[in-house]
Every structure is written in C-alpha cells, then in structure tokens.
C-alpha cells in the first residue's frame, strides 16, 4: 500500500494542470493498492524561492511540505510547458528538498500543453532534477497535449484523445504503484548516505 503526492506544478490558480491533477488523484484514489492520495498545488501551497539560510528548514511552510513530502512513497509530477520550460515554482520545490524527502522513491512525469507540445518539461525534469534529490523517474511519462479539450467533465467533450490519455494514465498508475512497492526495500536496506549527499 503506497501513499502517493500528486504535484502540481502550476503558478495559476484552478489551472490546466490543476484540472489533470484533480483526475490522475481521483485515479489512484481507486487502486487497490493505494493506501492514501493528496495534491500538493504550487499556485495553492506558495513556497518561498530557495536561499542558503533555508537549508535548515526554518520556514514553517517549508517544514509542512516536506513532512507531506517525506511521508509520500510515489509522486506524479505535473508541469505546464511554459515557454518551452519547466514553471519556476516547480524547480524551486527541488531546491527545497532532497534525497530526504524524495530519495529512492519513484516518480511519474506528467507534462500539460495547450498545443501540440509538452516534451520539454519532461526532457527537462528528467536532465536536471534528479541529481541530488534522488529521485527515481520511471520510464513511461504523460503528455497531456490539446488539454483544454479534454477532461473537462461535460457532455459532448469525451473524444477519441481523452479517452486515449485516460486509458494511457491508468496504464502508467498500475506501474508507478509497481515500482512505489519494490523501491520500499531500497530505502528500508540502504538510508540516505550523508557522506555522499550530493550526485556526481
């Protein structure tokens, strides 16, 4: 049984990537194998932007999120593509935060797009948010393309694409919770080793 943090990395309030979150949660809050699901939403939950004298946590809003964060066992990270990158508050969350909350625990990528894009984000969260935080991406990811015309939950809008993506992401959710399952022995046989707290 895993407990699994939906993050959504989006600066607007009730955004695109909102809307996806809110239906990948309401997903995995009907797996057999899911003990717990929350939302972590970054335009909700506003973190202040990394400095040094936060690396002890001093902030009470830094502390809240990395408890929920550490109590996690699997994460879907949702990230618009702005620009062609990742939003700010969201590589901000891995200045925050390390192998201490993250550490060997895995994680589906989840990118939104308004158009036709969306690989960025994945290609860019992949290349440079899992050095020292450790953690574990797995090998299939989403790309939620078109989204304003999909899961919106009115009638006449379930198409062909939607229902692709929604088959696509239970696919991708029996596998996170697979891996969420085996990546418990690594942490339970290998803690975070202090010496060597940052990836080379």
């Known amino acids: 049984m895993s407990k699994i943090t939906v993050i959504v990395g989006?600066?607007?309030?009730?955004?695109?990537?909102?809307?996806i979150g809110r239906m990948i949660n309401a997903k995995l809050a009907e797996l057999n194998n899911v003990e717990s699901?929350?939302?972590?939403?970054?335009?909700?939950?506003?973190?202040?932007?990394?400095?040094?004298?936060?690396?002890?946590?001093e902030s009470e809003q830094i502390q809240k999120v990395g408890e929920q964060l550490k109590d996690s066992d699997a994460f879907v990270i949702i990230s618009p593509e702005w620009n062609g990158m990742v939003p700010s508050a969201l590589k901000n969350l891995f200045l925050l935060y390390s192998a201490n909350e993250f550490g060997h625990k895995p994680a589906l990528i989840a990118s939104v797009s308004?158009?036709?894009?969306?690989t960025y984000?994945?290609?860019?969260?992949?290349?440079?948010?899992?050095?020292?935080?450790?953690?574990?991406?797995?090998?299939?990811?989403?790309?939620?393309?078109?989204?304003?015309?999909?899961?919106?939950?009115?009638?006449?809008?379930?198409?062909?694409?939607?229902?692709?993506?929604?088959?696509?992401?239970?696919?991708?959710?029996?596998?996170l919770t697979l891996y969420s399952d085996s990546l418990k022995q690594v942490r339970a046989n290998q803690p975070v080793n202090e010496e060597f707290g940052n990836g080379m």
Request: charged share 25%.
């Open 114 to 118: 308004s158009g036709i894009g969306g």
């Open 121 to 175: 984000p994945v290609t860019e969260l992949r290349s440079s948010t899992y050095k020292n935080s450790r953690i574990c991406y797995i090998p299939e990811h989403l790309i939620f393309r078109d989204v304003e015309g999909i899961f919106n939950g009115l009638a006449g809008t379930d198409n062909d694409a939607e229902r692709y993506m929604s088959e696509r992401t239970d696919f991708c959710l029996d596998y």
């Open 10 to 19: 989006s600066h607007r309030n009730e955004s695109q990537s909102n809307k």
């Open 37 to 57: 699901t929350s939302i972590l939403d970054l335009a909700v939950t506003e973190l202040p932007f990394w400095k040094e004298e936060y690396a002890q946590a």
